[in-house]
Structures are given as structure tokens and as C-alpha cells.
């Protein structure tokens, strides 16, 4: 690989960390439980909590990409 193929690389994924790192941010802030005296019907209340668990597993799954991306970086850059 040369210099500018690794400078290229290393460019791309710290663009990528930085996008992972804003969506996870987003669903940070985003993932809240439905209040428990909400007078949602039950339909409804269901729909929101798994729109919660599928929030929540997008989550997970970024901050497992993020983990990969930093150990990536990390061994790049040294």
C-alpha cells in the first residue's frame, strides 16, 4: 500500500467514525421509553416499543462498528 492509499484509507474511515459517531449520538437522544401513565392505546404503545427495540439494537450495532473502526484506526496510524 502506498503512503497516499494509506492516507486515503485512513481519511475514509475517520469519515465513517465520525458518521457512526453522529447516529449514534442521534438514537442516544432519541431512545426513550413510553411513559408508563401514557394513555396510548395498546396498539399504539406496542408500536412504540418496538420502534425502541429496534432503535436500540441500531445502536448496539454502531457502537460495535464503532469499536472496529477505532481498532482499525488505531493500528493504521501506528
Avoid at 20 to 25: L, N, P, S, T
Avoid at 28 to 53: F, H, M, W, Y
Amino acid at each position: 500500500m502506498t503512503p497516499e492509499q494509506k492516507t486515503t484509507l485512513i481519511t475514509q474511515l475517520e469519515k465513517e467514525q465520525t458518521r457512526v459517531e453522529k447516529e449514534i449520538k442521534q438514537l442516544e437522544a432519541a431512545i426513550r421509553p413510553p411513559a408508563q401513565d401514557c394513555s396510548l392505546e395498546p396498539l399504539t404503545k406496542s408500536e412504540l416499543i418496538g420502534e425502541l427495540n429496534h432503535k436500540i439494537s441500531r445502536l448496539e450495532t454502531l457502537q460495535e462498528r464503532r469499536a472496529k473502526l477505532k481498532k482499525v484506526l488505531q493500528k493504521k496510524r501506528g
